[in-house]
């Protein structure tokens, strides 16, 4: 890149989540020349869509790029223009998008819709409106990149940057497929391996989700969330000791009525 892009991620509300981040957003303006990055010099993770609605936006300058966080559940059938549907995302109609399809509809859709807008249409413009691409030419940019990084396969493990391919839509559990694959990914990132205890807990996989929360303390001991979910782990069972210094001890499977209680706490 001819000029090294800053990301800044501020913190969600409630279980908003960023579907996407630094690494995912690099690998995007790796496939692009030059020419039409050029401007941006700054990507902001903010939690600034007002439920869904807005997804993304480009600052007054010109020169930043917003994504934003959304529900951990969601449809984005309703962000479509004409022309896309969900499938072309690896999402179905009427259903809830997997999270595989909200990112590749983050970073394929949305990241270059907003780097159309940098894109200078009249240099010698008085007024911004006029100066940059505005609505129908930013989708017009993001369309025709999108054709063109998808028209052939980009090696590289993570999906999202690749269109659906038909085991997607034969999975028959795409969101935990696709979460197991990014953990042994960045098999470090202690965020994703909480996404993916959560998860577990969701489909009742217990003793999976209790060793995502082994391998996430042990690469950071201290991180006050996974500690607190296995504490929980074992608190539930009734194993006081080892929920109050659960990082110490090994673990041990719990009876039916302590897995509810475990899954009932966490909300699942």
Same mark, same amino acid.
């Given at each position: 890149?001819?000029?090294?892009?800053?990301?800044?991620?501020?913190?969600?509300?409630?279980?908003?989540?960023?579907?996407?981040?630094?690494?995912?957003?690099?690998?995007?303006?790796?496939?692009?020349?030059?020419?039409?990055?050029?401007?941006?010099?700054?990507?902001?993770?903010?939690?600034?869509?007002?439920? &869904?609605?807005?997804?993304?936006?480009?600052?007054?300058?010109?020169?930043?790029?917003?994504?934003?966080?959304?529900?951990?559940?969601?449809?984005?059938?309703?962000?479509?223009?004409?022309?896309?549907?969900?499938?072309?995302?690896?999402?179905?109609?009427?259903?809830?998008?997997?999270?595989? &399809?909200?990112?590749?509809?983050?970073?394929?859709?949305?990241?270059?819709?907003?780097?159309?807008?940098?894109?200078?249409?009249?240099?010698?413009?008085?007024?911004?409106?006029?100066?940059?691409?505005?609505?129908?030419?930013?989708?017009?940019?993001?369309?025709?990149?999108?054709?063109?990084?998808?028209?052939?396969?980009?090696?590289?493990?993570?999906?999202?940057?690749?269109?659906?391919?038909?085991?997607?839509?034969?999975?028959?559990?795409?969101?935990?497929?696709?979460?197991?694959?990014?953990?042994?990914?960045?098999?470090?990132?202690?965020?994703?391996?909480?996404?993916?205890?959560?998860?577990?807990?969701?489909?009742?996989?217990?003793?999976?989700?209790?060793? &995502?929360?082994?391998?996430?303390?042990?690469?950071?001991?201290?991180?006050?969330?996974?500690?607190?979910?296995?504490?929980?782990?074992?608190?539930?069972?009734?194993?006081?000791?080892?929920?109050?210094?659960?990082?110490?001890?090994?673990?041990?499977?719990?009876?039916?009525?302590?897995?509810?209680?475990?899954?009932?706490?966490?909300?699942?």
């Amino acid at each position: 890149m001819s000029r090294r892009v800053q990301f800044s991620t501020l913190p969600t509300r409630e279980k908003r989540i960023h579907y996407v981040d630094a690494d995912d957003v690099r690998v995007v303006l790796s496939r692009l020349p030059d020419e039409v990055k050029a401007r941006l010099l700054t990507v902001k993770f903010n939690d600034r869509s007002r439920g &869904a609605r807005t997804l993304g936006y480009v600052n007054r300058g010109r020169r930043e790029i917003a994504l934003c966080a959304l529900p951990p559940r969601v449809s984005l059938t309703r962000s479509l223009v004409r022309g896309q549907s969900p499938r072309q995302f690896g999402a179905t109609r009427g259903e809830q998008w997997s999270s595989l &399809a909200v990112r590749r509809f983050m970073l394929y859709d949305v990241l270059l819709h907003e780097l159309g807008h940098l894109q200078i249409i009249h240099e010698r413009a008085n007024s911004v409106r006029r100066k940059f691409a505005m609505e129908t030419r930013a989708e017009e940019f993001a369309t025709k990149w999108r054709k063109q990084l998808w028209a052939k396969p980009f090696d590289h493990p993570d999906p999202a940057h690749n269109p659906p391919t038909a085991a997607e839509f034969t999975d028959p559990d795409p969101e935990l497929s696709h979460l197991v694959l990014r953990t042994q990914q960045r098999p470090n990132d202690v965020n994703l391996l909480q996404k993916l205890e959560r998860l577990y807990l969701k489909r009742r996989k217990y003793q999976d989700a209790k060793e &995502a929360l082994d391998k996430a303390i042990a690469i950071n001991p201290r991180n006050p969330w996974t500690n607190l979910h296995l504490g929980n782990w074992y608190y539930f069972r009734e194993q006081f000791t080892e929920a109050i210094n659960p990082t110490t001890l090994p673990s041990s499977r719990g009876d039916a009525a302590a897995e509810r209680r475990y899954a009932d706490a966490n909300g699942s």
